[in-house]
């Protein structure tokens, strides 16, 4: 499920460069789908719509995912509970609800057991949360219809009821509930409470500090601990390999300096097999959510207000659930710990994507000091370069073909393959 906009990227990106708020999106989508026209008032006619067809007295594993740009959804279906049980592939303490919270980037799979009457079909609702109440959000409720296989008409009566959206402690005490499950079985032939977090020793300690959008050097920008990152023309990763100075600083602060906010390419330096401890701090006046790559963290706590050491006392150092993608409420903290045991440079970004662009990303380098393909493996043939390093590119427009049509590679044709190929990095 996801916002969407009439607006292309490209004018969003105008918008948001001006400082101008996304607003209200022009709908909310079921897999690219909806919404059902469940108030002709509010609906046009003639909208395609996302069904999904169950048999009475099944259960199903409907796996949830918010794949928008910046609208946190609630996800309910009418008169059935959802019984949680797994998200971004942890499983969880199974517990029950008639609704949930899902912020951009995060994704949860429930299980349902059709056990209603079949008679007729019923409403699946995505609704936007924590918004401007001023605005007109009505038209931006997505719906699509579980459809039970002997139903004998539509579904009828009021959508279900969404949280309060004046209870700010709603979202936050549902988030909390969600425990690991440790004694499920992992990856591994034991428990996922083996690996017990809570007795490990922390080795780096970063408080993170968001902002909204302000004016640094006459551009809006985003940044984190007043710092807006600037991405180099020379990968990271192909900087660090070969030595080329210059092109990043690994001198990001681990809390918000008394400085002027500034845009640059510093990154965080991490200890290969430390222990980090990151607290995401929200300044800004909506939920943001932070993805961090090539990790699962913990975590362990979350509460209104700014953090403070005596905040740690509240961590839950058993059964936080280990994922990759967590919210951070406006005017609140979130605690998350991670095992820097993967070899690289990780990106820790803001899911939403307006916060991103304007940049609201930090990257992890995590290096491990002796010299071995058994922790990274070395460049692949097949290595893109760019930047200072371009000159080291080899010839792979054979690599991408457009159509099962003859292919002769001539220079131009190369160039703009190449090209090609560095978007498609960059995007990734």
Not at 58 to 72: A, E, F, L, P, Q
Not at 276 to 286: K, P, V
């Amino acid at each position: 499920m996801s916002d969407w906009y009439i607006k292309n990227h490209k004018e969003l990106r105008k918008d948001i460069e001006k400082g101008i708020e996304l607003g209200v999106p022009d709908g909310i989508l079921f897999n690219g789908q909806g919404p059902y026209r469940y108030n002709e008032a509010l609906v046009s006619d003639g909208i395609a719509y996302h069904m999904i067809t169950v048999d009475p007295g099944k259960t199903y594993r409907i796996r949830v995912h918010n794949v928008g740009i910046s609208t946190s959804l609630n996800f309910r279906i009418q008169n059935h509970n959802l019984l949680l049980v797994e998200t971004e592939g942890s499983y969880t303490v199974q517990q029950n609800f008639t609704n949930m919270d899902i912020h951009v980037g995060q994704s949860y799979s429930f299980l349902v057991t059709m056990d209603q009457n079949g008679s007729r079909d019923y409403y699946m609702v995505a609704s936007p949360r924590f918004v401007n109440s001023s605005s007109d959000w009505t038209k931006a409720t997505g719906v699509a219809i579980l459809h039970y296989s002997n139903s004998l008409g539509p579904a009828s009566g009021p959508l279900p009821d969404p949280p309060n959206e004046y209870d700010a402690f709603f979202s936050m005490n549902q988030a909390r509930s969600i425990r690991w499950n440790v004694s499920a079985g992992a990856a591994r032939p034991n428990p996922q409470g083996s690996f017990r977090y809570g007795q490990i020793t922390v080795t780096d300690v970063y408080v993170v500090l968001n902002r909204p959008p302000e004016l640094i050097d006459g551009k809006y920008r985003t940044t984190l601990n007043g710092i807006s990152y600037f991405a180099p023309s020379t990968p990271l990763k192909l900087a660090q390999q070969f030595n080329i100075p210059g092109i990043y600083k690994l001198d990001f602060p681990n809390r918000l300096m008394d400085r002027p906010a500034k845009i640059d390419t510093s990154i965080i330096n991490g200890t290969y097999r430390g222990f980090m401890e990151i607290i995401l701090q929200n300044n800004d006046t909506t939920v943001q959510s932070y993805h961090l790559d090539g990790y699962a963290f913990f975590v362990v706590g979350m509460d209104y207000g700014v953090w403070t050491e005596n905040s740690r006392g509240t961590y839950n150092k058993w059964d936080g659930v280990a994922r990759c993608t967590t919210q951070v409420f406006p005017g609140a903290w979130t605690a998350i710990l991670v095992s820097l045991d993967n070899v690289g440079i990780w990106n820790l970004r803001a899911e939403n994507l307006n916060s991103w662009y304007l940049g609201q990303e930090v990257y992890i380098s995590v290096v491990n000091p002796e010299i071995t393909d058994k922790t990274e493996l070395a460049l692949p043939d097949n290595t893109i370069y760019c930047g200072v390093l371009s000159s080291l590119q080899n010839n792979q427009a054979h690599r991408v073909k457009f159509s099962k049509a003859p292919y002769k590679a001539n220079p131009s044709r190369k160039a703009v393959v190449v090209l090609l190929m560095i978007f498609f990095v960059i995007l990734l």
